[in-house]
């Protein structure tokens, strides 16, 4: 275990498919790819899925090919490239505080999530926004998940089949992108026009009596130092990873200096402060009101449960429950 | 030297009119009017808060004592707008704080109100009674506790469907004491389970002149008993949930109380509702004037016995559970009708839940003489329906229909429903708003421009075939004053075309439609009058071709010239071509 072993926890390339990665890192296979992540793909060569990677690697150990990044996203690029493709992985090297295996549960596809005390540059930092796939699934080469099981069942003491994907599928809430929506069909924005209130109060009333999902949830994303928070409906998202894009897609202005002109824009200095200083992790508020990180429980456990949202610099999210 | 009257006859003469239309019109009467008029207007009411700038309402109208204002577009509230996109009142309540030191009402709807807003209000208007957040968002528990504390005289504090970060219900413990003026209070739109029910229950008792009081979902149903026996003279009441196991005593307590509001006309609220205890509201039933049960799923039997006991209704809000057995038995009960709404209780189930069709609605037309106002959601509907529709109902102002389904046609002939609309327009003389659906042609907008003459604010959505559809509705409809429209094939023509239309109009929403970057510029450059916002969450427009169509369009008139607190996915066309952002 002397190298550092990528594993590819964003779940790019599910053995079932394998969407994005395959523009990105050499790919075995592909299947379909949802048309708008397809867009952004072939409109952005410049992303660089590589680095959203959550490397397993040693304390201490580095990826030379990170880039400076936030979001996951290159900085070089200009603002042209829109909604991030993938999600930005904190680097679990160097001192991570989570302990891995509550990171990496394979077999209720938790979200994996941790927080680097110690902020390593060179290996880019972008939202504590990981992928919701244990963790476990392959990148692009079937191989390397079954090599890299074993390995993990060394570290982590999780016991995994050698194909997790499939295992899991019953366990896990569907992550394959290509699931049609839940009985409803694919709902148009806005349409029908119903009021927010309204449909909360509907979403709430469902939720009571039955176990049907609602139209939608509605919850407030607020990210620390953004001049204004979001709204995002949790029902269109089937998985964390899908959710994590389009946060990325939200709030990448508020760090790759698009806002300029307003009062609260950033500057380059604070630009240059995120970068290189602190990291982001997306927490939420339970339904008793306590505040957890993102990605501990399975994807509909989380809609269920989840009140609102918090982009918080990392220094603040300490004491959140992170066993180290 | 001929005087007319001196000026403080004037003012007087002017006090007795209140509407702004009037006193727009005694303004442009001649120069000392003006003056006159200027000096004594107390209420202003601003439609788009992007029209005009708080210095200039200041300096205009120097002795204002109300104020409404609109920020969002009315798409908003379907989430087409994106967050951040603007309408914040802080700007307004900074300015007003040092120019309207005696301001008492504040009535906003659609902005974003943070606490620092409220914390402001509370403390510069030392007279400050009446404070209205309709469909506002941005603020917590936090401002409304510095509300409750600092103003002395308040007498409404209104929430209605308002976003709260609900922290804590303890804001209400801040009303001192020795606040006796409450008139209004509606709390409704609070989420959060904890409310300071003691709190609420002494504030209520000190109040004697509270008329209206809606509470929110956290309120129990074995407390509105007590509420209610401290406010007997109640007119307009929203409960709680409206949900317990049934319990003899409860119900007979509840009733009681009921009974004693010998004033109360309007209820709302009934979250979750436990059918057998509705029959605690018969005794107040016959004086029943508005019923609001759009949050109650009870079935059509349920809500048929009820409706039954309500004679003299008037507005009725109420999910699709009511069914069309039940708008029958509406229409042959609740002959004082004048405004109906049934919403879907199901809008996004592929199939329909409930057997509410085209029927019920045609049965409220025939047998209610005095409808006025329909919000109708249904999932099938018919020319023959509609042409009933307004030949029983001429005297309709307020359409909307929306039939789930994007595009259905008549179910019956499979045809456009152009021609039920068209005599919607035609026979409903008065006809203010309308909100059309279903499988829609240029057709329709034809109807819509030749007969529209009293329409003022048109929403579309999933019609027409060309630019001709458009330019029927901005060329013939002469009162209008709001256009919506969403997912049409309208582009570059009809709107440069009418662009001097465009002046006459508080605004024009467009999204996902046919309209080209370059027209957008061109709009902008040669009408300086107008604001041209272009819209996109996932590009700037000048990254694409010039004939691109934009993703949503905001034009709106002003006095002010371009805004420039837009987010960084808003872009207004100056008229120097600079993009501004």
């Known amino acids: 275990m002397s190298t550092p072993l990528e594993h590819d926890y964003i779940g790019l390339a599910e053995t079932s498919s394998m969407e994005r990665s395959s523009e990105k890192i050499s790919s075995?296979?592909?299947?379909?790819?949802?048309?708008?992540?397809?867009?952004?793909?072939?409109?952005?060569?410049?992303?660089?899925?590589?680095?959203?990677?959550?490397?397993?690697?040693?304390?201490?150990?580095?990826?030379?090919?990170?880039?400076?990044?936030?979001?996951?996203?290159?900085?070089?690029?200009?603002?042209?490239?829109?909604?991030?493709?993938?999600?930005?992985?904190?680097?679990?090297?160097?001192?991570?505080?989570?302990?891995?295996?509550?990171?990496?549960?394979?077999?209720?596809?938790?979200?994996?999530?941790?927080?680097?005390?110690?902020?390593?540059?060179?290996?880019?930092?972008?939202?504590?926004?990981?992928?919701?796939?244990?963790?476990?699934?392959?990148?692009?080469?079937?191989?390397?998940?079954?090599?890299?099981?074993?390995?993990?069942?060394?570290?982590?003491?999780?016991?995994?089949?050698?194909?997790?994907?499939?295992?899991?599928?019953?366990?896990?809430?569907?992550?394959?992108?290509?699931?049609?929506?839940?009985?409803?069909?694919?709902?148009?924005?806005?349409?029908?026009?119903?009021?927010?209130?309204?449909?909360?109060?509907?979403?709430?009333?469902?939720?009571?009596?039955?176990?049907?999902?609602?139209?939608?949830?509605?919850?407030?994303?607020?990210?620390?130092?953004?001049?204004?928070?979001?709204?995002?409906?949790?029902?269109?998202?089937?998985?964390?990873?899908?959710?994590?894009?389009?946060?990325?897609?939200?709030?990448?202005?508020?760090?790759?200096?698009?806002?300029?002109?307003?009062?609260?824009?950033?500057?380059?200095?604070?630009?240059?402060?995120?970068?290189?200083?602190?990291?982001?992790?997306?927490?939420?508020?339970?339904?008793?009101?306590?505040?957890?990180?993102?990605?501990?429980?399975?994807?509909?456990?989380?809609?269920?449960?989840?009140?609102?949202?918090?982009?918080?610099?990392?220094?603040?999210?300490?004491?959140?429950?992170?066993?180290? | 030297m001929a005087y007319s009257f001196p000026d403080e006859v004037l003012e007087h003469v002017f006090s007795f009119i209140q509407s702004d239309k009037d006193r727009n019109a005694v303004s442009l009467v001649c120069k000392s009017w003006y003056e006159i008029e200027r000096w004594c207007r107390r209420k202003v009411f601003i439609g788009n808060c992007y029209a005009v700038s708080p210095r200039m309402v200041i300096r205009r109208f120097p002795e204002v004592r109300s104020i409404k204002l609109k920020g969002k577009p009315h798409f908003a509230d379907f989430n087409l707008v994106p967050d951040g996109w603007g309408g914040y009142v802080l700007p307004w309540i900074a300015e007003m704080a040092g120019a309207y030191p005696w301001l008492e009402e504040i009535r906003l709807k659609r902005m974003v109100v943070t606490d620092e807003s409220l914390e402001l209000i509370a403390k510069s208007f030392k007279n400050f009674k009446v404070l209205v957040l309709f469909s506002c968002e941005g603020f917590s528990t936090d401002g409304l506790a510095a509300i409750a504390a600092s103003c002395k005289n308040l007498r409404e504090l209104d929430l209605r469907e308002s976003e709260v970060d609900d922290l804590s219900g303890h804001w209400l413990a801040h009303f001192p004491e020795t606040c006796t003026s409450l008139v209004s209070l509606n709390i409704s739109c609070l989420r959060s389970d904890e409310v300071s029910f003691s709190a609420l229950e002494r504030l209520v008792g000190r109040c004697p002149n509270l008329r209206s009081l809606r509470l929110n979902r956290a309120v129990t149903l074995d407390k509105i008993a007590n509420i209610l026996r401290r406010a007997p003279q109640l007119v307009d009441f929203g409960t709680g949930y409206y949900a317990a196991e049934l319990q003899p005593d409860v119900f007979s307590n509840l009733a009681g109380a009921f009974s004693s509001c010998k004033e109360l006309k309007s209820l709302s609220g009934f979250w979750d509702v436990v059918p057998a205890y509705l029959p605690a509201l018969y005794s107040i039933c016959p004086r029943l004037t508005s019923l609001n049960l759009s949050y109650a799923t009870i079935q059509s039997p349920d809500l048929i016995k009820l409706v039954s006991h309500c004679p003299r209704l008037q507005r009725l809000l109420v999910l699709d559970y009511v069914e069309d057995s039940g708008l029958e038995e509406l229409a042959s009960s609740c002959k004082d009708l004048q405004e109906l709404r049934v919403f879907p209780s199901d809008p996004f189930g592929a199939e329909p839940n409930v057997s509410l069709t085209e029927q019920g609605l045609v049965a409220v037309s025939l047998g209610c003489p005095k409808l006025r106002s329909v919000l109708y959601f249904c999932r099938r509907m018919s020319n023959a329906a509609l042409v009933t529709i307004a030949q029983n109902r001429p005297n309709l102002t307020r359409f909307r229909l929306c039939i789930i389904e994007p595009k259905t046609p008549d179910y019956l002939t499979l045809e456009p429903l152009d021609v039920g609309f068209g005599a919607i327009v035609e026979h409903c003389k008065d006809l203010s708003r309308l909100s059309l659906s279903g499988l829609l042609t240029d057709h329709v907008f034809e109807y819509i421009g030749t007969y529209g003459k009293k329409l003022e604010m048109l929403s579309v959505a999933f019609a027409g075939d060309s630019d001709l559809g458009l330019h029927h509705v901005l060329s013939g409809c002469e009162s209008l004053r709001k256009l919506e429209i969403r997912d049409c094939p309208f582009g570059d023509k009809a709107l440069l075309a009418n662009a001097a239309k465009l002046e006459t109009m508080r605004s024009l929403w467009m999204s996902s439609c046919a309209v080209s970057f370059g027209a957008c510029k061109l709009l902008g450059q040669k009408m300086p009058k107008l604001n041209v916002e272009v819209i996109d969450e996932t590009e700037p427009p000048d990254s694409r071709p010039e004939s691109c169509p934009v993703d949503k369009l905001y034009i709106y008139r002003s006095v002010a010239g371009p805004r420039f607190d837009m987010p960084p996915f808003v872009w207004t066309m100056d008229e120097a071509v600079r993009i501004l952002h």
């Open chain 1, 28 to 324: 075995s296979s592909s299947s379909s790819i949802p048309s708008n992540i397809e867009d952004k793909t072939t409109n952005n060569p410049s992303l660089n899925l590589k680095e959203t990677e959550l490397r397993l690697g040693l304390p201490g150990s580095q990826s030379p090919e990170r880039k400076l990044s936030l979001f996951g996203k290159d900085l070089e690029t200009n603002d042209k490239s829109n909604g991030f493709v993938g999600s930005p992985l904190k680097n679990l090297v160097s001192g991570a505080k989570r302990g891995f295996s509550d990171a990496i549960d394979g077999s209720n596809g938790k979200w994996v999530f941790a927080i680097n005390g110690k902020s390593d540059v060179e290996l880019g930092k972008g939202a504590v926004l990981a992928s919701p796939r244990g963790g476990l699934d392959s990148k692009t080469n079937p191989q390397q998940v079954r090599t890299s099981v074993p390995v993990m069942k060394e570290v982590v003491g999780v016991p995994q089949s050698p194909k997790p994907v499939q295992d899991k599928k019953n366990l896990v809430p569907p992550v394959n992108e290509h699931t049609s929506a839940p009985a409803a069909k694919a709902q148009v924005v806005g349409w029908p026009p119903i009021r927010s209130f309204r449909k909360n109060s509907m979403a709430s009333n469902l939720a009571k009596n039955s176990d049907e999902a609602a139209g939608c949830l509605y919850v407030k994303v607020s990210m620390d130092g953004a001049p204004y928070l979001r709204k995002v409906d949790l029902k269109t998202y089937n998985n964390y990873r899908e959710f994590s894009s389009a946060l990325e897609k939200m709030f990448s202005c508020f760090t790759i200096g698009q806002c300029g002109s307003n009062g609260d824009g950033l500057s380059e200095s604070r630009l240059m402060d995120l970068l290189h200083g602190s990291e982001y992790v997306l927490t939420y508020e339970d339904k008793d009101g306590d505040w957890m990180l993102v990605g501990d429980v399975p994807w509909e456990m989380f809609t269920d449960s989840c009140r609102r949202l918090r982009i918080m610099k990392g220094s603040e999210a300490i004491g959140l429950g992170i066993p180290y």
